[in-house]
């Protein structure tokens, strides 16, 4: 069975800070390529930051400089720090896996942020 589970989103006052972590089992974790998305009401689902198997990382511009994506292997964990959080940030934050050699790609249930001004 595959799982991603997504935990450490709440409510936050603008310019804090919260880690985010997705804990995934039954997926072949330390050759896969993953990333956090974020959905608020009414609009798409964006990408927010991704990390390679090699752990090259890549950040959307809303969030260049605030947020840090990082993996655990030994733990099949990917962790995003959010600082410096802005009301514009609050969402439903997603974990995505793009799972090798299989190429098959799952997502989690979700984690809501909240930034209150």
């Known amino acids: 069975q595959v799982q991603l589970v997504e935990s450490g989103g709440g409510l936050v006052q603008a310019g804090g800070s919260l880690m985010l972590s997705c804990a995934a089992s039954?997926?072949?974790?330390?050759?896969?390529?993953m990333a956090w998305y974020r959905q608020a009401p009414g609009k798409q689902r964006d990408l927010v930051a991704g990390?390679?198997?090699?752990?090259?990382?890549n950040y959307a511009d809303f969030v260049q400089g605030r947020f840090t994506i990082s993996r655990d292997n030994f733990k099949n964990t990917m962790y995003l720090q959010m600082n410096s959080l802005k009301p514009e940030d609050t969402a439903v934050y997603y974990c995505?896996?793009?799972?090798?050699?299989?190429?098959?790609?799952?997502w989690g249930q979700g984690t809501q942020v909240t930034v209150s001004s």
């Open positions: 995505n896996v793009h799972e090798r050699p299989t190429m098959k790609i799952f």
């Open positions: 039954g997926i072949i974790f330390s050759s896969s390529s």
């Open positions: 990390i390679t198997r090699d752990g090259s990382t």
